[in-house]
């Protein structure tokens, strides 16, 4: 089955400085590749997502990019602000338009923003 | 438009014992999913429901149970608790199955004594 792993566990950054988190998947059938930001004891909530028709996706201060030949993605966030502090997920899931929408999460990035 | 919803939010319980949590989804959405997170690590597959079939089952135990109704929400059921089932259990609802956005519930947690 598919197994992602993502890195790094810790990332500290001084606010205005950029964020950048990997992660490396094993299915090379997997081509739809969301990330979720996690609050403390809230839900995972999706900021970003990308399929593997796209090498590159940006939405504000957020961009992720994937090189399916390496089969690995990150996230990059730019400017950062205390308020980004939270646990981000990336994830791997399988064919779009199949039914079986099983998503494989990493193990987590607590990203602490110091203002 | 509501969110995923998903009921009880905490709840303790003793080994042995049985429970059940429960999931509406968007409306809309014809898939749920199931997910088990354990404090300090990303939420692991459980189930995967579309149109009322199971489409997909994680490595858990058959002590696990889940099922979706007409109107697609859905329950989980566990059996015979262990210590080491407390965790977050989260639902997700997306349109359909794999390759579209899945929305989380904000979770039940589930804790036992």
């Known amino acids: 089955g598919e197994n992602v792993e993502q890195h790094p566990s810790t990332l500290s950054v001084q606010e205005g400085d950029s964020a950048v988190i990997k992660c490396t998947y094993s299915?090379?059938?997997?081509?739809?590749f969301p990330w979720y930001k996690q609050e403390l004891g809230k839900r995972p909530q999706l900021i970003i997502d990308?399929?593997?028709?796209?090498g590159e996706k940006k939405d504000q201060r957020i961009a992720v990019t994937l090189n399916k030949t390496a089969k690995h993605f990150s996230l990059h966030i730019t400017e950062t602000q205390p308020e980004d502090s939270a646990v981000y997920f990336c994830?791997?899931?399988?064919?779009?338009?199949?039914?079986?929408?099983?998503?494989?999460f990493g193990q987590g990035t607590i990203l602490t923003v110091h203002p | 438009d509501a969110g995923v919803t998903q009921s009880p939010t905490h709840l303790i319980k003793t080994r042995g014992q049985h429970v059940t949590l429960r999931c509406s989804p968007i409306s809309g959405h014809k898939s749920v999913s199931w997910y088990q997170q354990v404090l300090g690590q990303g939420p692991q597959f459980i189930f995967q429901?579309?149109?009322?079939?199971?489409?997909g089952r994680g490595n858990f135990p058959d002590r696990f149970s889940a099922r979706q109704f007409p109107n697609y929400s859905s329950e989980l059921n566990v059996n015979a608790l262990l210590l080491g089932d407390s965790a977050l259990y989260l639902c997700?609802?997306?349109?359909?199955?794999?390759?579209?956005?899945?929305?989380f519930g904000q979770g039940t947690r589930l804790t036992v004594v």
């Open positions: 997700a609802s997306s349109l359909e199955g794999g390759g579209t956005e899945a929305f």
């Open positions: 299915d090379s059938a997997s081509n739809y």
């Open positions: 429901y579309y149109e009322k079939e199971e489409r």
């Open positions: 994830a791997a899931s399988g064919t779009p338009g199949t039914s079986y929408g099983k998503l494989t």
């Open positions: 990308i399929r593997s028709n796209v």
